[in-house]
């Protein structure tokens, strides 16, 4: 856990409540955390499914894994403590997008169980929905969208996730989907289908 350092500070309640925003929203909050691979689909499937939830009339936001280094970690690289870092802070922006009552998606390898379960621990039950994104690494490694797996099978990228270093599989995530065999289309549905049964949106 990361070390409280500021002293001196009060936690202030708000007049709004989330209750009240997602009443106004009409829709749950939640955080929707896809995991997986490097090239598993993991931004393809969170912005296939905001844009669908979008047309649905509810409120997204995706956090995708290189844009947010691009600002809010951009001091961060990908040595095992900076990824924990990574996954962390990004654990507390979505607790605060789902507590506005936004249907937030995070696409991150996020590669270790722990720091999912940090994650998820931030969120009331039922608020934190994990997505695997299971897809061979072979199918991954033929992907390649970024040529990463070539650079890091080439020595040039150390640490890199599947090659040399770990990749944790969620044990129990509440959505696993095969985005290595199905549609995109497909996937989507099972999302979307999950989201409409648990009632987070109408």
């Avoid at 990228?157 to 090659?163: A, E, S």
Wanted: proline share 3%; aromatic share 6%.
């Amino acid at each position: 856990m990361s070390e409280q350092k500021a002293t001196n500070i009060v936690w202030h309640d708000a007049h709004v409540t989330q209750e009240n925003r997602e009443k106004l929203l009409n829709q749950k909050g939640a955080v929707l955390w896809f995991t997986g691979l490097s090239g598993s689909g993991k931004s393809t499937l969170a912005n296939a499914v905001a844009l669908k939830l979008h047309e649905g009339g509810n409120l997204t936001y995706v956090l995708d894994g290189d844009n947010i280094r691009h600002g809010l970690n951009k001091n961060l690289g990908f040595s095992p403590e900076d990824r924990v870092e990574n996954i962390r802070r990004i654990g507390e922006v979505g607790k605060l997008f789902a507590d506005a009552g936004v249907i937030a998606m995070t696409a991150f390898i996020s590669p270790y169980i722990a720091d999912r379960k940090t994650a998820r621990d931030l969120l009331p039950e039922g608020r934190f929905i994990e997505v695997y994104c299971a897809c061979d690494l072979s199918v991954c490694e033929q992907r390649d969208p970024k040529g990463l797996y070539k650079k890091a099978r080439a020595g040039e990228i150390k640490q890199f996730t599947g090659i040399d270093a770990p990749y944790e599989a969620p044990e129990n995530p509440e959505i696993s989907v095969d985005t290595g065999k199905e549609a995109l289309e497909v996937s989507t549905e099972h999302v979307l289908q999950y989201l409409k049964e648990k009632g987070m949106i109408n």
